[in-house]
């Protein structure tokens, strides 16, 4: 059983900043892609960042310099750090990890409302 469970959305004034966190849990598993994605209400879900276990990482262009993936191996977790946040990031933010066996697996999301 594979467990992916999201963390640290909150509310928070445009121009300031968050870290979501995503952690995998499940007997034996390591995760070769970690991605993030967001779904804005009225919207379909949208890449937001990936992160390879080589370190290659892939941003959406639009969010280049203010969103950072990270990730930690050792605890099977992975990061999404986001800078100047603006009223249109509102969104739900879903991590999807894709494991060594090719399955990937989403967590439940977490709300993300930038607002003053």
């Known amino acids: 059983q594979v467990h992916v469970v999201e963390s640290g959305g909150d509310l928070v004034q445009p121009g300031g900043s968050l870290r979501l966190s995503c952690s995998v849990s499940?007997?034996?598993?390591?995760?070769v892609v970690w991605g993030w994605h967001r779904q804005i209400l009225g919207k379909r879900r949208e890449l937001v960042a990936s992160l390879t276990t080589t370190g290659s990482t892939n941003y959406a262009d639009s969010l280049k310099g203010r969103f950072t993936i990270s990730r930690d191996h050792a605890k099977n977790t992975a990061y999404l750090q986001m800078n100047n946040l603006k009223p249109e990031d509102t969104a739900v933010y879903y991590c999807y990890a894709t494991l060594t066996s090719g399955q990937g697996y989403w967590g439940q999301g977490t709300q993300v409302t930038v607002s003053s």
């Open positions: 499940g007997s034996g598993i390591s995760v």
